[in-house]
């Protein structure tokens, strides 16, 4: 069974840039799989940030982008702020119409 | 605004069952798959099943194949979740979302309702 990949954890200085990616346990992600990222916060419901590989969600500001690095896809985050401190999860559309997502990267600003 | 409201969610003994519903408003709901995710205490998000948008396509993750059935009322802007055979493995919070104009399993999520089952 294929499994999707995360950092379990990353840490970026307020003002930083930082990149989370998202990987298969055998194969390569491309936009065939549409990577979508979402954040969420203790206790609170998860947002949708990235669609598609690099499609913001509505209201999504400009210093989350999505993309394809090598074989994985990634969320860059730039200018990381107090507030972007979250969970972040990647989740991948596999064969049979179902979806998969890593186990998520607790990220630290500090 | 989109907005999607989930009930039906409590404490059900191991091998009962439950009925979660999601109300949607703020869209064409019948132009939208949808979506439940769900989230153990502690854990990640999982997502569950999804339907398509005249209820004839429906995918289930292998963990609830043969005891999750979901359905829609396109009438009634409404998708449902009928849980059976319910284990411990099932506690989790129940999320309903609306999918997107391209494959995306949650474009606007609901707040989720707690499915507790204990062990």
């Known amino acids: 069974q294929t499994v999707v990949t995360q950092e379990p954890s990353f840490s970026v200085s307020p003002g930083g840039t930082v990149t989370l990616t998202c990987g298969l346990s055998?194969?390569?992600?491309?936009?065939?799989?549409?990577p979508a990222w979402y954040q969420q916060t203790p206790g609170q419901a998860p947002r949708t940030l990235i669609y598609?590989?690099?499609t913001r969600s509505s209201g999504v500001p400009d210093r989350f982008s999505g993309s394809i690095l090598g074989n994985r896809a990634a969320l860059t985050i730039t200018g990381a702020q107090a507030d972007d401190e979250s969970d972040y999860y990647c989740?991948?559309?596999?064969?049979?119409?179902?979806?998969?997502f890593g186990g998520g990267t607790k990220l630290t600003v500090l | 605004e989109v907005q999607l409201v989930e009930s039906g969610g409590g404490l059900v003994q191991p091998g009962g069952s439950l009925r979660l519903s999601c109300a949607a408003s703020g869209f064409t709901f019948s132009d939208h798959w949808m979506n439940w995710l769900r989230q153990a205490p502690g854990k990640g998000l999982e997502w569950v099943v999804n339907i398509n948008q005249d209820g004839s396509e429906t995918s289930y993750v292998d963990s609830v194949k043969g005891r999750f059935t979901v359905s829609r009322d396109n009438a009634k802007n409404s998708v449902y979740l009928q849980m059976n055979s319910l284990r411990a493995e099932d506690t989790a919070v129940y999320y309903c979302?609306?999918?997107?104009?391209?494959?995306?399993?949650?474009?606007?999520w609901g707040q989720g309702t707690l499915v507790t089952v204990p062990s």
């Open positions: 979302a609306k999918g997107g104009t391209v494959p995306i399993p949650a474009d606007c």
């Open positions: 598609n590989t690099n």
């Open positions: 989740v991948l559309y596999m064969t049979s119409a179902i979806w998969v």
């Open positions: 055998s194969g390569s992600v491309s936009s065939s799989y549409y």
